[in-house]
């Protein structure tokens, strides 16, 4: 849940992110290489953030813990294939319109699919194992490996093409730094989700009743309210949101597998813990964190990549073992 009103708000974590991008410069040493890493740590670090808001929403507010949530980026991803063809016209136009156009068009298809199949998911795999963590972890990794072998069988093992829409291709030249055009519209996309939620969440009578639900449920239903009809739409909602994610990484990589949502599930699992359960902020400020520190790392020390994420998570739950910023305070 989000800070009540006139409630003195934790700047400290935000001031640290910004911290770590000032004291990366002299590190890298380079400018032109710093301000291109930082941009694409954002860009990448916005799309992680879309991906793991659903599962934060999901696993903060509805206390169920979701490990099939990338299933939903799988699906996302594969769904916006379909319309390749059809729109080829669109995305291989250099018009930036015509190409934002074409992504809308793939973004609307894959949502309601993943939605959809959010639903469907949580009544057969979810609703049976509510309060019980150990049968949700294995249900849900049971269900995601269910989808992705579904997957297989539909679309085969064959690498899936997503081509990048040729007026978002190349990068925009500020003196010696080369900033990635498609880099700046996730960075866009990124900003908008952030925002929606943010004013869903504490702007709105709904977002009022899913909080009022995760702090007492048996009241706001004693109230007249179907607390689980607005926590199964949190769920379809937080579904949507990984096929979002699943699309814009599917652009970004323009090739993958049906792994492309496991592979970043780690990653997810540790910004939604870093972040604090249920905190959306938190959940933008984990998935920035581990961006930067994964670009970073990745320039510098090559071979230490693969635990930076690790690293950054221990640390930050030595300082705050409850997240960034855990619920009950932001």
């Known amino acids: 849940m989000e800070a009540l009103p006139g409630r003195r708000r934790d700047l400290v974590p935000g001031l640290l992110i910004l911290a770590f991008i000032g004291l990366a410069l002299p590190v890298i040493g380079s400018f032109p290489t710093w301000v291109t890493l930082t ?12 991906m793991a808001s659903g599962l934060t929403l999901v696993f903060g507010l509805m206390d169920v813990m979701n490990l099939g949530h990338a299933a939903f980026v799988a699906v996302g991803a594969y769904t916006a ?15 930036v319109w015509a190409s934002l156009a074409a992504i809308t068009a793939v973004i609307a298809l894959s949502m309601a699919v993943t939605a959809a199949l959010g639903w469907v998911y949580e009544r057969l795999f979810v609703r049976p194992v509510y309060g019980d963590h150990l049968k949700q972890i294995l249900i849900t990794i049971g269900a995601m490996i269910i989808i992705e072998q579904i997957v297989l069988v539909l679309f085969g ?12 291709r ?4 500020l003196g ?19 925002a929606g939620l943010t004013l869903l969440l504490t702007r709105t009578r709904v977002g009022l009743l899913i909080r009022a639900g995760v ?28 096929g979002l994610g699943g699309v814009m990484w599917g652009f970004y990589r323009e090739q993958f597998t ?24 938190g959940c933008f400020a984990g998935a920035m964190l581990i961006a930067l520190s994964t670009n970073y790392v990745s320039f510098l020390l090559p071979d230490m990549a693969l635990v930076s994420n690790i690293l ?8 705050r073992p409850q997240g960034l910023y855990p619920v009950n305070k932001h």
């Open 39 to 50: 941009v694409a740590a954002l860009a990448m670090g916005m799309m992680l953030f879309i």
């Open 176 to 194: 010696d730094v080369a900033i990635e055009r498609y880099r700046l519209v996730a960075v866009a996309v990124g900003l908008v989700v952030y």
């Open 157 to 168: 093992a064959n690498q899936m093409m997503l081509p990048m829409p040729e007026a978002l």
């Open 258 to 281: 049906v792994a492309i949502g496991a592979e970043v599930l780690v990653q997810m699992l540790i910004i939604v813990i870093i972040g604090g359960l249920g905190s959306v902020t």
């Open 215 to 242: 702090e007492n449920r048996s009241m706001v239903e004693a109230l007249g309210y179907r607390i689980r009809n607005i926590f199964v739409a949190v769920f379809v909602g937080g579904s949507a949101l990984a």
């Open 312 to 319: 950054v998570m221990m640390a930050v739950l030595l300082w």
């Open 170 to 173: 190349g990068s925009l030249l």
């Open 81 to 95: 294939t379909l319309l390749v063809g059809p729109l080829k016209g669109l995305l291989e136009s250099e018009s």
